[in-house]
């Protein structure tokens, strides 16, 4: 990971299902106030993991449906692969390491011979992870005979079992926590181990992350029986492991304020924006603050706005440019004025924005270009456009006193989905 040249300030691990994800959320509103966090205070010096069971055929379906972020690195099929960046660049040394003691057609052959044992999609069956489902009574037993077969071939295999019904298995040095570890010892080589290290699960194959020496955990407070039982069993005295009381990503959110990782208010839990200046002095924080106010306008949520209004108007550059991804441009200032005709015109509707991969390059002593992916969900609808912002703080030493906006550049994305009509960007 080459994106930071220090060590990260702080580095989330966290599973996805249940845990990010919400699937009883069909608002995801939790996962959007993990992600307005995330963009505001940590995007620039932090670093985002996913470590999900899902393969990537499943992680990429996950993500057309849900708001997620671009995570840093991702974690699939159980820890069995590893991949970094927006490009998800494979990290093939993993694998090599994976190939020991490991055959997967003697793994198959004799999972066969277990009728209790229902083979999962074809998706889901990766290079060095064999799944199944099997109910929950039958789990222990089953797993006990297979690994005796297995150590009759010679395997050295793991059994985990998730969700109160997946079973997986996985060559020995593979899981999520090895997964983990491998990153970890990586990082301390290049001399860039993260300050801190936060892990987040919720179910059985999540267990491994919390047994990492000196990792902060949280299990959501959804988390399933099996891995409260693994905690109560191997880590109940670790001060570091909490068991949240919030759900999915609002427990994550929790853990970062209970362990004191940093700052753990949301913009979205933010009423009055005027009211917060002054500890967020990075520019990633004000322009997520930005679409989550464009947001809240077109909703109809914004009482009393016209001294914002006034505020991001006197933000603007007289002479500041917004080129639309259509290509037309108007000056910003008349931007902030032709909001007040769509005022509240997504109002009782579903209308959500979010920012994706929020990136500041410095470029003067007060100057920073900062790119991101805007998204706009409406209705069915999702579009996604390229932004470029070049924005400066007024005062060199202390941005705390405001940001000029001086340029915002859109195109569209090709990673927007579902896109039917491009004609209504405002910003
Ligand atoms: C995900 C995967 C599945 C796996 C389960 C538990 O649901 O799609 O294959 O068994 O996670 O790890
Ligand atoms: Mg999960």
């Known amino acids: 990971m080459d994106r930071l040249k220090t060590p990260a300030r702080l580095m989330i691990v966290s599973d996805l299902d249940h845990t990010m994800v919400d699937h009883h959320d069909s608002e995801n509103l939790s996962l959007l106030r993990f992600n307005a966090l995330w963009e505001s205070n940590y995007r620039h010096d932090s670093l985002l993991v996913f470590s999900t069971g899902r393969s990537p055929v499943l992680y990429k379906k996950l993500r057309e449906e849900k708001p997620m972020l671009t995570p840093d690195i991702t974690i ?15 990290d093939d ?7 020991q003691k490991w055959d997967r057609s003697i793994v198959i052959e004799e999972s066969k011979k277990f009728p209790e044992l229902t083979l999962q999609a074809e998706t889901e069956l990766r290079p060095h992870k064999v799944s199944f489902y099997v109910e929950k009574d039958k789990a222990q037993a089953v797993s006990k005979a297979l690994m005796e077969r297995f150590e009759k071939h010679g395997l050295d295999v793991k059994i985990i079992y998730s969700g109160g019904m997946d079973l997986d298995i996985l060559p020995q040095g593979a899981g999520k926590g090895q997964a983990l570890a491998y990153l970890l010892k990586k990082f301390k080589t290049e001399g860039k181990l993260p300050n801190n290290t936060l892990v987040c699960g919720d179910s059985g194959n999540d267990a491994e992350l919390f047994s990492i020496p000196e990792v902060y955990g949280v299990m959501v407070s959804n988390a399933q029986e099996e891995l409260l039982k693994w905690h109560a069993e191997n880590a109940k005295n670790n001060p ?7 759900r999915c990503a609002a427990g994550i959110i929790q853990a970062i304020g209970h362990f004191g990782l940093g700052p753990n208010t949301s913009p979205r839990d933010v009423m009055d924006f005027l009211d917060c200046k002054l500890e967020n002095v990075n520019p990633g ?7 989550l106010f464009y947001e809240r306008w077109r909703r109809a949520e914004v009482e009393n706005f016209e001294p914002y209004l006034a505020s991001l108007k006197a933000a603007c550059d007289p002479s500041g440019v917004h080129v639309e991804p259509t290509g037309s441009e108007h000056s910003l200032c008349d931007g902030i004025d032709g909001m007040r005709s769509i005022y509240g015109d997504k109002q009782g509707k579903q209308f959500r924005v979010w920012i994706d991969r929020v990136l500041p390059t410095q470029i003067s002593s007060n ?5 991101l992916n805007k998204w706009e969900l409406s209705g069915e609808e999702c579009k996604c456009c390229k932004t470029t912002v ?5 005062d060199a030493a202390v941005a705390s006193d405001g940001f000029t906006w001086l340029h915002v550049h859109q195109t569209w994305s090709e990673e927007e989905t579902n896109l039917k009509d491009h004609s209504t960007i405002i910003f």
Request: glycine share 6%; charged share 15%.
């Open 240 to 246: 570091k492991i909490i068991h949240a009381t919030e």
């Open 285 to 291: 924080h004000e322009i997520v603050k930005f679409y």
């Open 390 to 394: 070049i924005i400066s703080s007024k």
């Open 93 to 99: 040394g993993w694998v090599e390491i994976l190939n």
């Open 367 to 371: 100057t920073w270009l900062v790119t």
């Open 76 to 90: 699939m099929s159980v820890g069995t692969e590893i991949t970094y960046g927006n490009f998800m660049v494979p």
